[in-house]
């Protein structure tokens, strides 16, 4: 008896080891091993070495029942195609087992309660940030000597991940190791690279969760109007000559979205690109309004019944615009899934949002941290198909995680050591 007790022990350590290092590469999620991505290996590894499976099959909280909907619909969607095109069909169910990983990765995560240590899972989400930011500078020399490693194909990506992780970070880094001096040069320069890039909505994205992380430990009148007062300094500062330049000169996209956001709804073609996609994903909304046209095919849908707005004549003649992907994550969802993928998916989401503000003042501050975080992702979900992103998912699991422990009425704070 005492050795299947030791036995249980080891396979629980492992496990928990297994977490600490999928949080490694969720905020490193560069690496490929035989075309997977390693977290999806990790993954596997998770569920192989839990005693008695318990994490995958554990449906006690009705809140699965949304995950459990969500691979419903991915799976109906990607049997009613409604795209005339060859292969239509295989690229969608290509896709496919990505979404079932995803809601089942919710699924673990929200179980796991008694096997993650968030500290400790967001030192190696530490870790695994510093990992990409000098990845990213250097990826093009670095990836023509290791080709199983990931190229981060675009800034919005590089964004994106930062977006998710940055706030906890900070605050682990701040709070937890309370190393001052390493927190904030690690905000300075998360900032300053999406700044260099011209991560508009990123870097904003970015910097106020972060702040917000730090600012509301809990939610009361004091905390209130130091966050206006931040907030109140902040806009004095931006208004000053000395800052306009520091910032025209780092970044003129920033500069424009802050002192001339009258021009960006009619000459900015990067937002009059995600308009026309919107009015497109709509039009596919009303015509498949059940199942959609199909996972991954948002692109391979062609309307000329769009971009009848001011501006648009900047992008709609442009070649292959109906081409690009849905740039909006939301319009994703309901354009190639319909109801049945879109319902059970808003519904995992404003389950975390309301649980946020709930129970905002029996969380750490660390575990408010990554509501700030899913916040802000939902936020940047309008501007990019980041739904895709495994790291988004991750997210998603470790608020839900959160938010089904604490719904429970528990004040005690989940592996705050």
């Known amino acids: 008896m005492l050795k299947r007790k030791n ?13 600490d290092f999928l949080a490694l590469f969720m905020g490193f999620p560069m690496i490929l091993i035989v075309g997977f991505n390693i977290t999806l290996l990790i993954f596997a590894a998770i569920i192989y070495y839990t005693p008695n499976k318990t994490l995958l099959f554990n449906f006690k909280n009705k809140f699965f029942i949304l995950p459990v909907l969500f691979i419903f619909g991915a799976c109906i969607s990607v049997f009613d195609v409604n795209v005339n095109e ?4 295989s690229q969608s169910l290509g896709v496919l087992p990505n979404y079932i990983y995803w809601a089942l990765l919710i699924i673990v995560l929200g179980n796991s309660q008694k096997l993650i240590n968030l500290p400790q899972i967001t030192g190696y989400l530490f870790k695994g940030l510093i990992c990409l ?5 250097i990826q093009n020399p670095i990836r023509a000597a290791l080709p199983f490693l990931f190229n981060i194909s675009t800034p919005n990506n590089f964004a994106f991940i930062l977006i998710c992780f940055s706030p906890p970070v900070l605050v682990y880094l701040w709070k937890i190791r309370k190393n001052v001096p390493w927190a904030v040069i690690f905000l300075v320069t998360v900032v300053v690279l999406l700044t260099l890039e011209g991560r508009r909505a990123g870097t904003l994205l970015t910097l106020i969760p972060c ?3 730090l600012v509301f430990t809990k939610i009361n009148v004091k905390k209130i109007i130091v966050g206006m007062g931040t907030t109140l ?16 000169e780092s970044s003129p996209r920033i500069h424009e979205l802050i002192y001339s956001n ?13 308009r026309i996609q919107v009015e497109k994903g709509l039009i596919i909304f009303s015509n498949n309004p059940l199942t959609g046209i199909g996972l991954n095919l948002f692109s391979k849908f062609e309307t000329d019944a769009i971009g009848d707005f001011e501006g648009s004549e900047l992008v709609s003649n442009k070649d292959n615009i109906t081409r690009k992907s849905a740039h909006n994550s939301y319009i994703s969802v309901l354009a190639e899934g319909g109801l049945l993928l879109f319902i059970p998916f808003i519904g995992i989401l404003l389950y975390n949002i309301v649980n946020f503000f709930k129970r905002y003042n029996n969380r750490s501050q660390l575990e408010n941290a990554f509501y700030w975080s899913f916040l802000a992702m939902l936020i940047h979900f309008y501007f990019i198909t980041a739904i895709v992103n495994v790291y988004a ?3 998603i699991g470790i608020v839900s995680m959160l938010s089904i422990q604490y719904a429970k009425g528990s004040d005690i704070q989940i592996n705050e050591r």
């Open 86 to 89: 060859p292969n239509a069909f």
């Open 393 to 395: 998912w991750f997210l």
């Open 233 to 248: 300094f902040f806009t004095i500062m931006i208004q000053t000559s000395f800052v306009e330049e520091i910032i025209k």
């Open 7 to 19: 036995k249980i022990t080891r396979q629980e350590f492992r496990v928990k080891k297994y977490f």
């Open 133 to 137: 930011m000098i990845y990213y500078q």
């Open 262 to 274: 009258e021009n960006i709804q009619t000459e900015d073609q990067s937002y009059l690109t995600r």
């Open 211 to 213: 702040i917000l992380a």
